[in-house]
């Protein structure tokens, strides 16, 4: 923060990227009745209503002043929808803001626009065991909450995304995911998947319009209903006040962080030797993460186990967020991070990278954390807000277990390729790290429920044509917010992986929460991406199911955004 003096031309827009506070989800002073009564005649009396700013998790999608409401229950909520379209409003659902992509709210949105922010958090957090292998959680809850929750009762998920303060219903809007696939050898415990959050739905109950009563009402749809394989990634196109999922038995994990395997030996070629490879640990462990950061030579690479006892060198962690140093941004990183944003330093992105690397590699040392075991919820969840805000591209690349790693060997070898390209013309377009992840695909028998059925619109969804698909790898790039030339940069990235893993070989899907879709100068922006290639990639036809069911759903298009009305326009054909 001290990068940023308050009175620095930078601080509106790139001093806060730093603070978790101003980035947040920011609470609003309650509303003057006179005012809230003359520029939302007759909204419901019992609902609290206040002004609020919006913040996107990098600050790139800004909204200052926005009304917004947070109804202490489901019955409120569909009052409040109501009202919505009673008025020809809309409503946003809002969570925890930590996201990137335009679905809740597009750039630029005024504050007078006819758009209601709908606050889960406060209310909608009701948590009980609906049977020895179920939960019923309200949307507001944050997966910290609910993973603590389950552990007290001795059950768990395989995997989750790495921030606890998601709320759930925002994480099953996007399909969110962790990292795993079986390891050698091992077989899927009752009630987990090796897929999204998503894929654990039983039941959800969502405001969805009732054409009998002529008016929005809630209804709760069953897993194996086909309306509900729509709502299970909806996209923010519906909102969804609670959710049954289906859980299993806890476990302990086993998380050991390694920093000393080169690049080139962690993604190198299929066939090239018999290294450290991505695959031999994935093989090995079924759950890993490799952190990549620019201009560096070795990752820091995760490695997850199921271990049932504490390993002699492991230490016992009670508490999630054990990486301190990722955490709490270290005084190095923090001064090369406001000398780029503030003085336009971007060629100093060599000295952050190799800055970045040495915080953790030194970090896993003083403070115990490169072997860690415990519950799973204590390994697994491990990003805190106050942990440096970038701007992430994201992509699963559908493929057979045994081309893992021939999809982060090709990746690896384009990103190195035109990253020191453009170093050589003196451009730094990247700052952050790649990010790369592996899960299972989104099997409906994991649910355990006859005629379950897949999510339609996850980038998980399994395709019937590719039966051999039964694994994703997840790959992100990372870097701060206006880095010169990193949506050309990205661009390149994005048009490598659609043209390479085409649905031949395997298969690139946009990751809905981060940034696709890139022009030369933007993000969520490229037509033929957005009309053409993700809706096949989808695949046409569970597109135009999905898109019809949640029409019908919501007729009015009460929930909905300008971005999301271009993105479920008519389907482009070559």
């Known amino acids: 923060m001290s990068n940023f003096p308050s009175d620095d031309p930078h601080w509106t827009r790139r001093g806060f990227l730093l603070t978790a506070a101003a980035l947040a989800a920011l609470p609003g002073l309650p509303a003057d009745p006179a005012v809230a009564a003359a520029e939302l005649p007759d909204f419901p009396a019992d609902v609290a209503l206040y002004r609020s700013a919006y913040r996107n998790w990098v600050g790139e999608i800004t909204a200052d002043g926005l009304w917004a409401c947070a109804p202490a229950g489901p019955e409120q909520v569909v009052d409040v929808v109501n009202w919505a379209w009673r008025q020809g409003w809309r409503v946003r659902a809002r969570g925890a803001a930590h996201g990137w992509s335009p679905l809740t709210l597009t750039e630029g949105t005024p504050s007078r626009a006819p758009v209601l922010l709908v606050d889960t958090a406060p209310h909608l957090t009701g948590l009980a065991l609906e049977s020895p292998t179920s939960v019923r959680a309200g949307t507001g809850v944050t997966l910290e909450a609910l993973l ?332 701060l917010p206006g880095t010169p030339d990193a949506e050309a940069f990205l661009r390149e990235i994005e048009r490598f992986l659609l043209g390479t893993f085409d649905g031949g070989f395997a298969l690139t899907r946009v990751e809905w929460s981060k940034g696709w879709a890139y022009t030369g100068d933007g993000v969520w922006s490229d037509e033929e991406v957005l009309r053409t290639v993700v809706p096949a990639a989808v695949g046409t036809a569970e597109w135009a199911e999905a898109d019809a069911a949640l029409g019908r759903l919501d007729p009015h298009r009460v929930y909905g955004n300008a971005f999301l009305d271009r993105l479920f326009g008519p389907v482009l054909r070559d």
Request: aromatic content about 8%; hydrophobic content about 40%; glycine content about 8%.
């Open 148 to 479: 603590t929750y389950l552990e007290e009762h001795g059950l768990g998920v395989t995997a989750t995304p790495a921030p606890g303060v998601l709320t759930l219903g925002g994480a099953l809007a996007v399909d969110a995911h962790g990292t795993a696939v079986p390891a050698r050898g091992e077989r899927r415990p009752a009630g987990h998947t090796y897929g999204s959050l998503s894929n654990l739905i039983l039941s959800l109950t969502a405001v969805v319009w009732d054409s009998r009563a002529g008016a929005y009402a809630l209804r709760t749809f069953h897993r194996d209903e086909a309306d509900c394989a729509a709502l299970l990634t909806h996209l923010g196109r519906s909102l969804v006040t609670e959710v049954v999922l289906r859980v299993g038995a806890n476990t302990d994990l086993r998380c050991v962080s390694r920093t000393d395997i080169p690049a080139g030996e962690l993604f190198a070629a299929p066939g090239s030797g018999d290294g450290r490879t991505f695959a031999s640990f994935l093989d090995e462990a079924g759950r890993v993460e490799a952190i990549w950061f620019a201009f560096t030579e070795h990752p820091w690479l995760k490695v997850w186990s199921v271990s049932p006892t504490r390993p002699l060198t492991s230490r016992h962690v009670r508490q999630p967020y054990n990486y301190p140093f990722s955490d709490n941004i270290p005084a190095p990183v923090a001064e090369l991070v406001g000398r780029m944003t503030s003085d336009a330093a971007w060629y100093l992105a060599p000295l952050l990278g190799t800055a970045q690397y040495d915080a953790a590699a030194l970090g896993l040392v003083t403070t115990a954390s490169a072997d860690l075991w415990g519950p799973s919820k204590n390994t697994l969840l491990y990003l805190k807000p106050t942990t440096l805000r970038v701007h992430a591209d994201g992509y699963a690349v559908l493929t057979p277990r045994n081309g893992v790693q021939r999809v982060v060997s090709e990746f690896a070898a384009f990103y190195r390729e035109r990253l020191t390209a453009y170093a050589a013309r003196g451009s730094f377009p990247v700052n952050g790290s790649v990010e790369i992840r592996v899960t299972g695909l989104d099997d409906p028998a994991d649910a355990g429920v006859a005629g379950a059925r897949p999510p339609l619109l996850s980038a998980l969804r399994p395709r019937e044509d590719h039966p051999e698909w039964d694994t994703a790898v997840w790959l992100d790039v990372l870097t």
